[in-house]
C-alpha cells in the first residue's frame, strides 16, 4: 500500500512565523503535490514537483514555496505565515505521467492566530 | 466553464437506495477520471477510476464514462450510513501531471 505521510495533524502558529510542512512517500513516486482545501473553495494545488529538485506552481503559490531535496520527501514552507493561510493542507503524490492516480496524505490542519 | 463541474447540491438518500453522482468536463483531451471520497476531516481517499467509454464495476459502486458526452458518473448501490461522504471527481489530461478536481458532492444516506 501507498503511504503518504505529514508531520503534524494539528498546527497553529503566530503571524508572521515561518512555518514548515512535510510530506513523506514510500513508494518511489516521482511526483509530488501540495493542496490546500477550504470550505466552498474545493482542493486548490499551490505546487507540485516531478522530480528531485524539480518545482513547478500550481494555482495558488503566492505565499508559499516548496522544497524536494529528495525523491521521498516534499516539504511547503509558508515564509510568513498570514491568517488567510489557515486552511486544512494536504500532500498527495502520483508514481509518474501517465500513471496519475494520487494518494493522499491525513492533512495538516493549520491555524494561522 | 470550469474544467471539473460537479453542480448537485447535497444528496440525501434512504439506506438500501441508489445515489448517482454525475461530473461534467470541458477539456476533450482528458484521459482518466477518478473519484475520491473524503469523510469529514479526512482526506480524500480514491474509489476508482476510468479510462474507458462505457462502465466500470467494483463492488457497491460503478463509474460510467461518456467522453462524446463529456461526463462521468458514480453510482453508489445499495447505499450504507457509511457512505455519508464527499465525493470528488477528478480528471487528468494528455501530457500533464496534474489532477484537476471539482469541488465535491455531499451524499449523506439517512438510516
Known amino acids: 500500500d501507498v503511504k503518504v505521510t505529514q508531520s503534524s495533524r494539528y498546527l497553529v502558529k503566530r503571524t508572521g512565523e515561518k512555518v514548515f510542512l512535510e510530506c513523506v512517500q514510500d513508494?518511489?513516486?516521482?511526483?509530488m503535490f501540495w493542496y490546500r482545501q477550504d470550505p466552498g473553495l474545493g482542493l486548490r494545488l499551490i505546487y507540485f514537483s516531478y522530480d528531485v529538485k524539480m518545482k513547478e506552481k500550481g494555482d495558488i503559490p503566492e505565499g508559499y514555496s516548496v522544497s524536494r531535496e529528495k525523491k521521498e520527501r516534499f516539504s511547503l514552507i509558508l515564509e510568513s505565515a498570514s491568517t488567510n493561510q489557515t486552511s486544512m493542507y494536504l500532500c498527495?503524490?502520483?508514481?509518474?505521467?501517465?500513471?496519475?492516480?494520487?494518494?493522499f496524505g491525513p492533512g495538516t490542519r493549520l491555524l494561522v492566530l | 466553464q470550469k474544467e471539473v463541474e460537479q453542480n448537485s447540491g447535497p444528496l440525501s438518500v434512504p439506506e438500501g437506495a441508489i445515489a448517482s453522482l454525475n461530473c461534467t468536463y470541458s477539456d476533450r483531451g482528458s484521459q482518466s477520471f477518478f473519484w475520491y471520497r473524503q469523510y469529514s476531516g479526512k482526506s480524500p481517499e480514491l474509489i476508482m477510476f476510468i479510462y474507458s467509454n462505457g462502465d466500470k464495476e467494483d463492488g457497491r459502486f460503478t463509474a460510467q464514462l461518456n467522453k462524446a458526452s463529456q461526463y462521468v458518473s458514480l453510482l453508489i448501490r445499495d447505499s450504507q450510513p457509511s457512505d455519508s461522504a464527499t465525493y470528488l471527481c477528478?480528471?487528468?489530461?494528455?501530457?500533464?501531471?496534474?489532477?484537476?478536481f471539482g469541488k465535491g458532492n455531499q451524499v449523506v444516506v439517512i438510516p
Open positions: 498527495a503524490s502520483s508514481l509518474l505521467m501517465g500513471q496519475e492516480t494520487q494518494y
Open positions: 477528478a480528471l487528468s489530461i494528455y501530457g500533464n501531471n496534474r489532477l484537476a
Open positions: 513508494m518511489d513516486h516521482e511526483n
